[in-house]
């Protein structure tokens, strides 16, 4: 009889108790004590037996349907297939091509039912046995994250992975390029391209050496490990790494990212038929509503739905759903009102302008410390200078201190820059009555004629969130209006600045 043998390593496993080398020293032996049987072909993998797609397992069963062997031998089922479902069709391919499947350490016979039956067995017990490696995995990983530990994937542009404790340490050479990206966006409010362009116009290169793209630069605003978390399976946990970016300036960067379309959820929702779509946050889990249909009556019903109750169910958030029509009637009628009022205006004003005032008197104080700090380190720099000059200390001592200096000198320009520009930030102005009147009649002119796009384009722009308790108590986040002189972030229709300010809720 012309006998293949199978065998295969995982690379999705952390112990290899079955070494290729080991599988077919078996596998030849048990051939050898087989009266008839000679080996005509080896079919070496080293690939997860998850999939099926396999390189030398397609060849090996290519091989089969050409009439090369008579009998394909595995040294044990979980090396062919780890799945029911996939044993089952491996199974079925060799059967049509006229081909026996048999395990040297496991005792059936695929040409009798009772011997399929036992393959199909031992499947079950090898998909489970692959199900809870997995689920173990899983574990170790959730409890790696909460430490704080890298997970694995690439690393974050920014940071290394510490070999010894799995930590993110920060790179003196990529950190700065994340410093500028936040502040040239959010700061500055240039474009993802914008940013991407100065970067490489400064010499900047991503961590694969390639230049800065649009989506490169915004990949790095929306990760919130450069807040200082690490995150595993749509949780986020405190790292022990230090941050590259402040919380304020993050947020007001998502914020930014959120009012051009280009954060992703956002982006998807704008192409819905709900209004509301990523403004809604339900109050109970923090999760976002999404927009959903239910017919009945003959009729085809929307609501907004909290996402936590819609994919996992009611025991995992008991939010209410709401209809849709009525939010979104309530929340447009809410800011018309609001907009007839300019005394809320005035006290929102007040309020973000004693806000801003204090953290002016915070960035006054942190400017006048970075000063002093940068020209500690430039007299630093150049004693080492005039020291090396005069041939009191030796080159290699020298250029160590003096590169440490300049990379500090760097950083406390870098923050000089930004404090400096927060400073320099326009306060903001009560809108004057015939403004808000303006306003109120786009909004209206856009709710009657406006198609779906732009009537979503002017929500983004004018509210800013709708926190929801309860079906009876929702509660709008409206924004400030600009004047077109102090547009300072593009929408699709108009301009738009974070932050907000509440009126009554309903």
């Known amino acids: 009889m012309r006998v293949a043998i199978y065998i295969r390593i995982s690379t999705d496993e952390s112990h290899q108790p079955y070494s290729l080398e080991a599988q077919e020293h078996k596998l030849r032996a048990y051939i050898a004590s087989q009266d008839g049987w000679h080996l005509v072909a080896?079919?070496?993998?080293e690939a997860s037996g998850a999939s099926t797609d396999r390189p030398e397992l397609r060849k090996a069963l290519a091989a089969a349907r050409a009439g090369r062997f008579d009998l394909l031998l595995v040294y044990r089922v979980d090396r062919f297939a780890r799945s029911v479902r996939g044993l089952s069709q491996l199974l079925e391919e060799l059967d049509q091509a006229g081909v026996a499947f048999r395990s040297a350490t496991e005792p059936f016979d695929t040409a009798t039912p009772a011997g399929r039956m036992m393959v199909q067995?031992?499947?079950?017990?090898a998909e489970f046995e692959r199900a809870t490696i997995i689920d173990r995995v899983i574990n170790g990983m959730e409890r790696k994250a909460a430490r704080g530990e890298w997970c694995g994937g690439s690393r974050p542009y920014g940071y290394d992975i510490h070999p010894?404790?799995?930590?993110?340490?920060?790179?003196?050479d990529e950190a700065p390029a994340v410093r500028i990206i936040f502040r040239l966006y959010a700061r500055k409010r240039l474009g993802a391209k914008a940013v991407a362009n100065e970067l490489n116009r400064r010499g900047y290169r991503t961590k694969n050496g390639r230049p800065w793209s649009r989506d490169a630069a915004l990949t790095v605003l929306r990760n919130r490990v450069y807040l200082g978390e690490v995150y595993f399976r749509d949780h986020y946990y405190p790292g022990p790494h230090n941050p590259l970016i402040d919380r304020e300036t993050f947020m007001l960067a998502q914020e930014i990212l959120i009012a051009r379309g280009d954060e992703h959820s956002k982006r998807a929702a704008n192409s819905s038929d709900y209004l509301l779509a990523g403004k809604v946050t339900c109050a109970r889990c923090g999760k976002r509503y999404v927009g959903v249909t239910a017919t009945g009556n003959r009729y085809t019903y929307r609501y907004y739905i909290c996402f936590s109750r819609h994919r996992y169910g009611a025991q995992t958030c008991p939010a209410e759903r709401l209809p849709a029509d009525q939010l979104d009637a309530g929340v447009l009628d809410a800011l018309l009102h609001t907009y007839q009022d300019t005394g809320l205006f005035e006290k929102a004003v007040a309020a973000a302008k004693q806000r801003t005032d204090a953290l002016r008197d915070n960035h006054t104080g942190e400017l006048q410390a970075v000063e002093?700090?940068?020209a500690t380190v430039e007299a630093a720099i150049e004693r080492y200078l005039r020291a090396f000059e005069a041939g009191t200390m030796p080159e290699h001592t020298c250029g160590a201190r003096v590169r440490e200096?300049?990379?500090?000198?760097?950083?406390?320009?870098?923050?000089?820059?930004?404090?400096?520009e927060l400073?320099?930030?326009?306060?903001?102005?009560?809108?004057t009555a015939e403004e808000l009147a303006a306003v109120r009649r786009r909004i209206r002119d856009v709710l009657h004629n406006g198609s779906m796009p732009t009537k979503?384009?002017?929500?983004h722009q004018l509210v800013h969130e709708v926190n929801v308790t309860g079906r009876h108590?929702?509660?709008?986040?409206?924004?400030?209006?600009?004047?077109?002189e102090d547009q300072k972030v593009r929408t699709m229709s108009g301009s738009a600045r974070p932050g907000g300010f509440e009126p009554p809720a309903f």
């Open 42 to 45: 080896v079919f070496p993998d």
């Open 121 to 125: 067995m031992l499947a079950v017990f």
């Open 164 to 172: 010894d404790t799995g930590h993110l340490v920060v790179r003196d």
């Open 372 to 374: 002093h700090d940068l």
């Open 405 to 420: 200096l300049a990379d500090r000198a760097a950083k406390l320009r870098d923050r000089k820059a930004e404090l400096r």
């Open 423 to 431: 400073l320099d930030a326009d306060q903001a102005s009560t809108p």
């Open 456 to 459: 979503k384009a002017l929500i």
């Open 473 to 484: 108590h929702v509660q709008p986040v409206f924004r400030l209006p600009y004047r077109p």
